[in-house]
Every structure is written in structure tokens, then in C-alpha cells.
């Protein structure tokens, strides 16, 4: 079974050796202050030049173009720098659809999984940061450094224990923009 990463990394590369740069400022424009692609040509019956591009997809906007599925983060960088990024696009407010120049930055994946900013669906808190410990009957918070667990405390109440492991993270995460 592949990895989440592996999916990633292999989506990626394939998306690049699908579209040039000229193709893209061909059929689109992009606005760098909305994050909006609108189309400048069509070839379907479906599609007014002028009209928005793409859909949302888990959160994220993904185009077709020319029957080929890309994500809108990535033709921006596209758009603007001429290549795509050499690693991961990080949309730094944490808004998967806001694609705003501004608000993106080719990043590695360390850097791209310190700016998380929801708790995983299996989180009993429902905090980032705050899990509870059966063993102490308390919430605890710990961050991960370079690979390694790092302890922060043990808390009476979630919000305490998410709000130690955000300052924490804010110290130690170069990557973390929360």
C-alpha cells in the first residue's frame, strides 16, 4: 500500500509533465491577490472565457485542463515563477482554496506538516496539541522535534494543554505559522 507521501510525490511530478507554462497563461489567468484562475480560452462548451475556474475538491481547488486534473496551488506557482516548486506548496493560512500568491510558499514536507493547524479526527479533545492520558487522568501536550517526542506537561483542562503546545510549537517549528 502506498504512503499518503508517496501518493503526493507521484501526483506531483505527474502534473508536470502534463502542462508548460506557456499552455497555462494560454488558457487562464491568474489573479496574484485572489488566488483566482478565470478562463481566457476554452475548447468546451461548458467553460465562458471570463468565468472562474475549478472546483473544490477537500478543500482544495483543482482545474482541468485539457482532461487533465491539476490543483490550482500548483499552476499559480506555475503561473508566476515559471516552474513548478521543487517541493511542497504550503498554503500558509491553512485555507486549502485561498490561493493567493502571497499565501503560498514552496516548502519540504517537515516544514508543510509543522503548519497543521486542525486536530485529527480521532482526537478525543478535539484540540491540536491536547490528547488525554488515561494513565494521569489529565490531558497532555508534546511536540515533535526533528523526529523526537518531546514532553510539554500534563493539564487539568484541554484548552490549557492546546495552548502550552502552540507557544511550544511557535518557539521550535521554523515552519509554523499558527
Known amino acids: 500500500r502506498e504512503s499518503r507521501r508517496a501518493r503526493y510525490a507521484l501526483r506531483t511530478r505527474v502534473d508536470e509533465l502534463m502542462i508548460d507554462h506557456k ?3 494560454d488558457a487562464l ?8 484562475f478565470t478562463w ?5 462548451r461548458n467553460t465562458k472565457i471570463g468565468s472562474v475556474a475549478g472546483a473544490l475538491k477537500n478543500g482544495y481547488v483543482r482545474i482541468s485542463i485539457e482532461n487533465k486534473l491539476y490543483y490550482a496551488h500548483r499552476l499559480a506557482f506555475l503561473y508566476v ?3 513548478f516548486p521543487d517541493q511542497q506548496i504550503d498554503h500558509i493560512d491553512g485555507n486549502r482554496a ?3 500568491f502571497k499565501n503560498l510558499r514552496d516548502v519540504s514536507s517537515k516544514v508543510n506538516n509543522q ?6 479526527s ?11 492520558n488515561k494513565s494521569s487522568n489529565k490531558f497532555e501536550s508534546s511536540v515533535r522535534i526533528d523526529g523526537k517526542k518531546h514532553h510539554i506537561g500534563t493539564f487539568d483542562d484541554a484548552t490549557e494543554a492546546h495552548l502550552a503546545y502552540v507557544s511550544k510549537k511557535r518557539s521550535v517549528h521554523a515552519g509554523c505559522t499558527i
Open 29 to 36: 489567468h491568474y489573479c496574484q491577490e485572489t488566488g483566482t
Open 81 to 83: 515563477t515559471g516552474k
Open 98 to 100: 485561498n490561493n493567493s
Open 40 to 44: 481566457k480560452s476554452t475548447k468546451s
Open 23 to 25: 499552455t497555462l497563461i
Open 115 to 120: 503548519n497543521v493547524r486542525v486536530a485529527r
Open 122 to 132: 480521532n482526537n478525543a479533545s478535539g484540540l491540536l496539541g491536547a490528547s488525554w
